[in-house]
């Protein structure tokens, strides 16, 4: 049993056991509510900068396996549990959740007070925090973590998106997309071409002109982690597609979308993390439970454009969840409708979007 | 109108009076005039405060449709009351009963029952919606049958339909198991069909809680993971919650089909409990059943979350959507979420198998616990050991159960864990233990349990730092991670040659202290308001104690045969009289089921072990004014003296006087001090001293171990050879406390008297004469308040010792004393220094919440003060008649003994007693015939009383059939009647006149103290059967006077508060 330690930036410090990789881990400390899905968490590249605690205790009964991955590899900075599993038991699983972290470099610590430290963020605020297993000194601890850089006016697609294009989804389908890769979840991949979709993935970087000339039915703005304000030069480009061809934006894509409508994003005290946020479509009035995962937030007084709807609202704390536009032919979500990890009630938006691009093209025909 | 369930039966519990309750509640808030009907007494629900109308009169179409045809309410709503609400719902809505009245049903209406409820339209429907269920066949005859298991093969699962708890059910794994569990399902069913079903013993069941509002949105409130795999029923299984091992993709996967199963059967608003199997191989699913409406998993997934199913249920039939619900405990938060836990929740089931000498105690789809405790801890192992020790099963944690002594060979001992391990049974957890204490292969254990890899790694952890704890120098180290293990101090000092009370304070030297955390919905992403706690060994503590006056009630602990919902009720009203008077109350339970457990009962709930650690930690923290002891039952009085030497304030009657009371010694001394009248006695610790206290007061002598409740281990003796082994048993129970000797009574009278007293104001609250003698424990008896042939001057008599002996013991409280007369003599069998059973009964009987006085009592009011200070005897009769579980053991004789074997009670109302009586069996399910065979066979001494009923139930137009000895004494007397056989002369005999239907009333009294084999087969024979069987003359008689007033047909409904208002 090797000793860990967990601390936050402001002195809050809990012992533990390490479990995954030698190491230290620098990030933002969130913590995630859903209680099944570690895995398609730590593969979520929205979680890049990002240390996760999970407020569930017991964590890796089921192992790990090679399917419910949300992307290559895990990305999370460090993993902070209650309780792992030694053991693991599921028809489907492969490895124990402690060996797949270490394979995959990930500093991880269990034996803490989870609840503890939930309710810290909870009522201080996202801070950042370490983990080592190796440097068991607070002070010393303190200072690198006091060193490290913040969540605000960070830039960190760069890290996570793709290099080249790549398509997904081969073989003869309705619609072509192109999906700007800010971190996106193979879930949003397997739900667009579960929709009907082939698609095309392209790098963070590329611009509007190139999207164009690709002459996609629609595009897609993807998940993806860090401040949102800092990437004013994909909102540029996005610009240059409102109007021009349907959009569909999830997460970061919804918050570029918002950003590229004239709108501004704010940071969440403590984010919104897990699979049971209600969120009402107020259109229908229906409520979808929902699967979140971000720390900005768009403000919809911001955006001064009246064609601009609000559609969707968290009634949790009323944050904006969703917006569309009265005219062109773009919507987005702040939530997660390609769950993984998370309830599957607002997979419909994907036939939203379809739908979008097939109304779309048959105005362009007339 | 909101249907209850009726009387507490296994499968059927009180969860059913905390859904009922909140509902009820619910309703009330929202400005809705509440109708009521349950014949349960002992419920909260049917205090006269949560409805408007509060009818306590038999759950049946008949009494149902009376109650509407009175009150004409606008809507019923059938899911609260468990299947029998259900049932009789659907039987009204048959009967056209709603539409003759105009009434709507809401929240699950007839059809989207029917779908749920009937197996074959169950199957069409989940087909249609492409889920998979095992493969199944339905039946409606032997012949069918037999046809259909050659194709599905053995073993296979045997489903009547419309029964509850799998009540006639069952899997066959031979063809002999087959043509019995064949017979019994055809016969139980409502509907007489049995679904034939493929069989998935073995894979993994979980069970989703689902919500639906009338704008079609779904949530989950829970998720249940059974640690005992398909096969053995979900309310007799170990089960965890959240699921442990289904990865997000499976449990989404689940949750998909759960949404679209309750949108497809039509459950418009509320609550809905789904029940898959999952393959551990390849993951195949299946589903099992649909429950469209509240039910036992529904409590305890709001227990374990924190969200009231019920509550929310009851507004959303009324129209809200959940949207517009806010979640009580965050405030801010609506309640249209999917509640996320930071803790694991294990219930136990209790069973009472001891109780039931001969029947079966293997487990299977037919349930047969009758009660459960819930832990909370943060992980599985904590949650797990802290369950172990709330059962009260004198298990302190994962205990070791088999002595390797009492085996000669190694082989031995491994074929007794073998065999443990493979049956399921009660006690399959301790052997699990002792498998891997033994060495046995965790695969083997796998295999021959079928229980997930997950959940016996977790018990190896426990087993295996349990040989670290034994093996190593005790640090502080080792002792904080016995405890954040779950591991008891108790279990810690016999692991380590210590004492439990040196653990203790070794615990507090070394600075490891509880911590409490919330209940919140949220895993605390908001902040909670409700304050309900568990403890676990972490860094943080989340308690604020408050510096108003506390007081702390100790509740009861699981349910079980003796000590079940009554008790409760009391704590229950403690918490609400307390309350009222300005009191912080602090409620401590486990029992999940209950009313008390509510998070809003009581200002604190502490889900905890009722033991003295758990219990003393939580006073360390809270320091309360006061803790109320004598409203539990029996667990938390036995706990008095452990928490009056931690200095802990008992309010209420004095430890001493509680000790007075429980002390055979002691009590004798202040009778003969009083010069009241006991059956003679002596109390014996070996068997030579049994011998001699025997033969002193003479045979047949009653032995029992003292400090039990419901009669344990007690038995009528009437020779020295059953002496003998009757002590060996009962220094089994008793412990370290004496056996009692007391002479038995024949033919004696029971009354039993629940009294209220301040120390200076003693008042009867109701005296109450039992129909059946004494002899048959007082909680299995019928009884009737006021006294239905006592004659005066005894009454005074008792009376008079009641207030003499309260006034000795000082009593503060409640007070329950059991009489036994005979020949005008008054002996006293017992005094019970605390609230007893009847309370609830006598409450509601005379109209004045004796709980609740009591309550204010112990914090120093006066019952001057509180205006209860002269006995009511009520204008009109009020009968508690007991309700038993024979049904889910085949074979096991029903007569009744010292021992108690009932699970609930009813109480009839109404005019004078024969009306009373009758409502009471009508209630209890008891259906006596206005026509039709009556069956008679009584013992030599019954045989001149018996001339007189036999010839009133001739009279009435009864054919009677009896054995040849009964024969004989009727025909002297100018009857009719047929001789038949008796069972070994071969058939027909009565067995088959009873399978054939052709006997509707069966009056047996045993032969003799031990039961000839034909009269248990009779007998048990009977209730399988559904035939109304009497076993004793004065039962017999009441019956009649019961039978009587049927044939008038002019049994009319009223509501408790028009009886209370004439008093
Ligand atoms: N096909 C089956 N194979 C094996 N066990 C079964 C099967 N169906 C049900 N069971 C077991 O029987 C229990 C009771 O069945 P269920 O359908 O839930 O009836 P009930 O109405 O009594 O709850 C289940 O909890 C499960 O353990
Ligand atoms: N001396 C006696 N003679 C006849 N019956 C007795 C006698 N003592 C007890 N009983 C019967 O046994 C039952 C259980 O005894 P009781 O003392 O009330 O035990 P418990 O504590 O279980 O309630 C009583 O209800 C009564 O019917
Ligand atoms: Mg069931
Ligand atoms: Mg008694």
């Known amino acids: 049993m090797k000793k860990a330690i967990l601390l936050l930036e402001d002195g809050f410090m809990l012992e533990g056991v390490s479990f995954g990789a030698e190491g230290e881990a620098l990030g933002e400390v969130v913590f995630n509510t859903s209680m099944t899905g570690y895995q398609e968490i730590l593969t979520d590249p929205s979680y890049k900068g990002q240390i996760v605690t999970m407020t569930y205790p017991l964590i890796g009964n089921y192992g790990a396996n090679d399917e419910d991955l949300e992307s290559a590899r895990p990305w999370v900075e460090g993993f902070v549990v209650k309780e792992r599993s030694r053991v693991y038991s599921n028809w489907r699983g492969r490895w124990p959740l402690a060996d797949y972290l270490a394979k995959h470099k990930i500093v991880a610590i269990e034996g803490v007070d989870t609840r503890a430290l939930t309710r810290r963020l909870r009522l201080s605020g996202a801070m950042r925090g370490i983990v080592s297993t190796l440097d068991l000194d607070k002070e010393s601890l303190l200072a690198k973590c006091l060193a490290s850089p913040g969540m605000i006016g960070r830039d960190l697609i760069k890290e996570v998106t793709c290099s080249y294009p790549y398509e997904w989804g081969a073989g003869k389908k309705e619609f072509s997309v192109v999906a700007f890769d800010f971190g996106i979840k193979y879930n949003s991949l397997r739900s667009l071409v579960k929709a009907g979709c082939c698609v095309k993935i392209v790098p963070a970087t590329t611009t509007a002109k190139d999207v164009l000339a690709l002459k996609p039915d629609g595009v897609f703005l993807s998940n993806g982690p860090g401040d949102p304000a800092a990437l004013s030069y994909v909102v540029d480009e996005i610009k240059g597609l409102i109007g021009r061809l349907p959009l569909f934006g999830i997460c970061l894509g919804h918050q570029l979308l918002a950003c590229a409508l004239g709108g501004k994003t704010y940071k969440l005290k403590y984010g919104h993390h897990g699979g049971n946020h209600p969120v009402m479509d107020l259109e229908t009035k229906k409520v979808e439970i929902t699967a979140q995962n971000h720390g900005f937030c768009v403000d919809m007084d911001s955006i001064k454009d009246k064609s601009v709807k609000l559609t969707h609202v968290n009634l949790y704390d009323k944050t904006t969840e969703g917006i569309r536009h009265k005219k062109l032919p773009l919507f987005c979500v702040q939530y997660h409708p390609e769950a993984g990890p998370g309830p599957h009630d607002a997979g419909y938006l994907f036939g939203r979007f379809t739908d979008m691009m097939r109304s779309h093209a048959k105005k362009k025909r007339h | 109108m909101i249907i209850g369930s009726g009387p507490i039966i296994i499968s059927q519990g009180c969860e059913f009076d905390y859904s009922g309750t909140q509902a009820c509640k619910a309703l009330k808030e929202e400005g809705y005039k509440v109708v009521l009907v349950n014949s349960n007494p002992a419920t909260i629900m049917t205090d006269p405060e949560f409805a408007d109308a509060t009818y306590i009169e038999p759950v049946t179409p008949e009494f149902v449709e009376k109650i509407i045809a009175k009150e004409r309410p606008d809507a019923l709503l059938p899911t609260m009351g468990g299947q029998t609400g259900l049932n009789v719902a659907v039987a009204i809505a048959k009967k056209g009963v709603l539409k003759k009245y105009g009434v709507e049903m809401i929240g699950a209406d007839r059809r989207a029952i029917e779908k749920a409820e009937d197996r074959h339209l169950f199957k069409k429907a989940m087909l249609k919606i492409g889920l998979d269920l095992p493969r199944s066949s339905n039946v409606k005859s032997k012949a069918g049958a037999r046809k259909a298991v050659a194709s599905l093969g053995l073993p296979i699962v045997i489903r009547p339909s419309f029964t509850l708890g799998g009540t006639g059910g069952g899997i066959a794994f031979n063809m002999q198991e087959f043509e019995d569990l064949i017979s019994r399902g055809l016969e139980c069913s409502m509907i007489h069909e049995v679904l034939l079903e493929e069989s998935v013993i073995g894979w993994k069941e979980f069970e989703l809680e689902v919500m639906r509002d009338r704008k079609d949105n779904v949530i989950i409130i829970c998720s249940i993971e059974n640690f005992d795999p398909m096969g053995v029923h979900t309310g007799d299984s170990i089960t965890v919650a959240p699921a442990q091992t289904l990865t997000d993709v499976e449990y989404q996967n689940m949750r998909d089909a759960a949404i679209r199963a309750i949108r497809e059967i039509g459950v418009d608003t509320g609550g809905c409990n789904v029940q898959f199997a999952i393959n551990p191989k390849n993951g195949r699913m299946v589903i099992i059943e649909i429950n469209p409406r509240v039910s036992r998993s529904s409590a305890l997934a709001s227990k374990a979350t924190g969200f009231p199913i019920a509550k929310i249920a009851a507004k959303l039939a009324v129209g809200y959507t959940l949207d517009e619900i806010p979640n009580d405990i965050t405030k801010e938060t609506p309640a249209s979420f999917e509640p996320v836990i930071d803790y694991c929740v294990v219930k136990i089931p209790r069973f009472t198998f001891e109780k039931f000498p001969g029947a079966d105690p293997r487990l299977g789809t037919s349930m047969k616990s009758v009660g459960e405790a819930m832990a909370i801890g943060r992980t599985f192992k904590e949650a797990l050991q802290k369950g172990l020790r709330s059962l009260e099963i004198k298990k302190s944690g994962l205990d070791s159960v088999v ?661």
Not at chain 2, 600 to 605: F, I, N, R, V
């Open chain 2, 403 to 1063: 002595r390797e002594k009492d085996f000669d060979t190694r082989e031995h001992l491994m074929e007794h864990i073998t065999q443990k391990l493979e049956t399921p049974n009660d006690v399959r957890i301790f052997y699990i233990g002792d498998a891997l204490r033994q060495g046995m292969p965790l695969e083997q254990i796998q295999s021959l349990t079928a229980i997930d890899a997950w959940f016996l790694e977790n018990i190896r952890d426990i087993v295996d730092f349990e040989a670290i704890l034994k093996n190593s120098k005790m640090t502080k180290e080792l002792l904080r991670r016995a405890k954040e293990l779950g591991f008891s101090d108790k279990q810690i000092a016999g692991l380590t040659n210590s004492t439990e009370d040196e653990i203790t304070s070794l615990r507090s030297a070394s600075g490891i202290v509880t911590t409490y955390k919330l209940v919140d919905t949220c895993a605390a992403e908001f902040e909670a308001y409700t304050p309900y706690f568990y403890s676990t060994y972490e860094t943080e503590d989340e308690v604020r104690v408050s510096d108003k006056k506390k007081v702390m009630i100790l509740g009861g602990g699981p349910n079980r045969i003796g000590q079940g919902i009554e008790f409760d009720y009391c704590c229950v009203h403690a918490s609400f009289a307390l309350k009222e008077i300005g009191c912080e109350t602090i409620m401590v339970n486990c029992n999940p089921e209950t009313v008390s457990t509510d998070y809003d009962t009581s200002d604190k709930l502490y889900f905890e072990p009722m033991t003295k650690e758990d219990v003393l930690n939580i006073i360390s923290k809270e320091k309360p004014w006061g803790v109320i002891v004598q409203l539990g039952g029996q667990t938390p009085l036995n706990l008095t003296l452990s928490l009056q030497k931690a200095g802990v304030n008992i309010i209420g009657t004095s430890p001493e006087s509680i000790d007075i009371a429980e002390d055979r010694e002691k009590f004798k001394n202040m009778l003969d001090k009083l010069k009241l009248r006991q059956p003679p006695n002596g109390t014996a610790r070996t068997f030579d001293e049994a011998k001699a206290v025997a033969s002193r007061i003479g045979y047949p002598v009653l032995v029992r171990p003292s400090y039990v409740l419901g009669g344990r281990a007690m038995e009528i003796v009437y020779d020295e050879d059953t002496l003998e082994k009757f002590i060996v048993e009962a220094s089994k129970v008793s412990g370290e406390h004496p056996i009692l000797i007391d002479k038995f009574l024949e033919d004696a009278i029971e009354v039993d008297v629940d009294m209220i007293a301040d120390g200076e104001t003693f008042v009867v609250a109701g005296i109450l004469e039992h129909i059946e003698e004494a002899g048959i424990h007082s909680g299995d008896s019928a009884m009737v308040l006021p006294p239905y042939s006592l004659g005066e001057s005894v009454i005074d008599k008792i009376r008079q010792a009641t207030v003499a002996m309260a006034k000795e013991l000082k009593v503060v409280g409640l007070m329950n004393v059991q009489y036994a007369v005979r020949d005008n003599k008054v002996y006293i069998l017992e005094v019970n220094p605390r609230a007893s059973r009847t309370v609830p009964f006598v409450s509601k009987a005379i109209g004045v919440p004796l709980a609740k006085l009591a309550a204010k009592v112990m914090a120093g009011m006066k019952l001057k003060d509180l205006g209860f200070t002269k006995e009511i005897i009520p204008e009109y009769s009020s009968v508690k008649e007991s309700v038993f579980p024979f049904n889910r053991f085949p074979g096991v004789d029903i007569m009744l003994g010292p021992e108690m074997k009932s699970t609930g009670e009813v109480m009839g109302i109404d005019e004078d007693f024969g009306r009373a009586y009758i409502k009471s069996q009508l209630a209890a399910g008891q259906n006596l015939p206005v026509k039709g065979n009556v069956f008679i066979s009584v013992r030599d001494k019954d045989k001149r009383s018996i001339i007189f009923i036999a010839k009133r139930l001739f009279d009435l137009g009864f054919g009677v059939v009896a054995t040849g000895g009964t024969a004989k004494a009727l025909k002297k007397s100018g009857m009719e009647v047929r001789t038949l056989k008796k069972v070994y002369e071969g058939g027909p005999n009565i067995l088959d006149y009873i399978k054939d239907g052709k006997i509707n009333l069966i009056i047996n009294t045993p032969s003799g103290r031990i039961p000839r084999e034909d009269e248990v087969k009779i007998r048990s024979t009977a209730i399988m059967h559904g035939v109304p069987c009497i076993t004793t003359i004065s039962g017999a008689q009441a019956s009649v006077n019961g039978i009587e007033v049927l044939l008038k047909k002019d049994l009319d409904v009223k509501s408790l508060q028009a009886y209370h208002s004439r008093k």
